[in-house]
């Protein structure tokens, strides 16, 4: 029987008493082993983290089987040992798998998936097109808040590569001055162009990570001023109240002591 035809009985934190079957794709087939955690769909919309029980080349008696969707572990986070103990508990307290593995899990590893889509921007294809992009900038000479939009995305984009990259919005909009009316203006005249992504939450997806906040006058004053004394002396306090904004200015101290190879504790 080959490799595309195998399946795996996983156990998901839900208080249901089915076994659930799935089957594993060829592309997940070195991956998939007893005791890793995967993320599965239930349901018509619905994906959760659910723990491999057992893997087998032969499937449940119904017409279709979903596929795993992604394997979340390298290795196992549970085994024969922690099986047998999680089917003595739920036979010993009449509840289901799904209810022992929820408690016997911390929350973070087994609870509910729920995608991040984010708004992202992206100049339109006609305009990569060095003569035709300076011409449209060349129109822009009267809209000038449209114009610093445009080459503010330039300049983002360029960062990461080439004019084609895309941007979270958020990333875009982050920056001083940006107008919301000029922004619709310039994708109604279609020299930019929005869409949907989905943003994985286990991992590093490759999409454009968030551009962090600029500092306000004052923490950027605050900053400097850590930084001096840092020199002179090895502990420096912050007092503020609350909201603000020390934690902006502590991301920007761990963001240094990161570029050179230092490991912070915060």
Not at 2 to 14: G, H, R, T
Not at 64 to 71: A, S
Not at 146 to 167: F, N, R, T, W, Y
Request: hydrophobic residues 40%.
């Amino acid at each position: 029987m080959s490799v595309e035809n195998e399946y795996a009985e996983v156990i998901l934190p839900v208080p249901i008493p089915t076994r659930f079957s799935y089957r594993i794709p060829a592309s997940l087939s070195a991956k998939v082993k007893q005791g890793v955690r995967v993320l599965v769909p239930l349901g018509t919309q619905n994906l959760y983290r659910g723990i491999v029980r057992r893997c087998s080349k032969e499937g449940p008696d119904v017409d279709k089987v979903k596929d795993i969707l992604e394997v979340l572990d390298e290795y196992p986070v549970a085994g024969d040992v922690q099986f047998r103990f999680w089917d003595w508990m739920a036979e010993y307290y009449m509840c289901t798998p799904g209810e022992v593995y929820r408690a016997a899990m911390p929350p973070g590893l087994q609870k509910r998936y729920i995608p991040r889509v984010e708004t992202c921007v992206m100049l339109a294809e006609p305009f990569r097109d060095e003569q035709r992009l300076n011409k449209a900038m060349d129109g822009l000479g009267r809209a000038p808040k449209q114009m610093e939009i445009l080459q503010h995305l330039l300049a983002l984009a360029m960062d990461k590569g080439s004019v084609a990259s895309g941007l979270i919005k958020s990333e875009l909009s982050a920056g001083h001055g940006f107008s919301q009316s000029a922004y619709q203006a310039l994708l109604r005249k279609k020299i930019l162009v929005e869409y949907r992504e989905e943003i994985s939450r286990l991992g590093d997806s490759g999409s454009p990570s968030r551009a962090f906040k600029q500092l306000s006058d004052l923490q950027q004053r605050a900053l400097d001023q850590i930084k001096m004394l840092l020199r002179k002396q090895p502990v420096v306090l912050l007092k503020g109240v609350t909201s603000s904004g020390k934690t902006e200015i502590y991301i920007q101290l761990i963001r240094e002591q990161i570029k050179l190879n230092r490991q912070v504790l915060y």
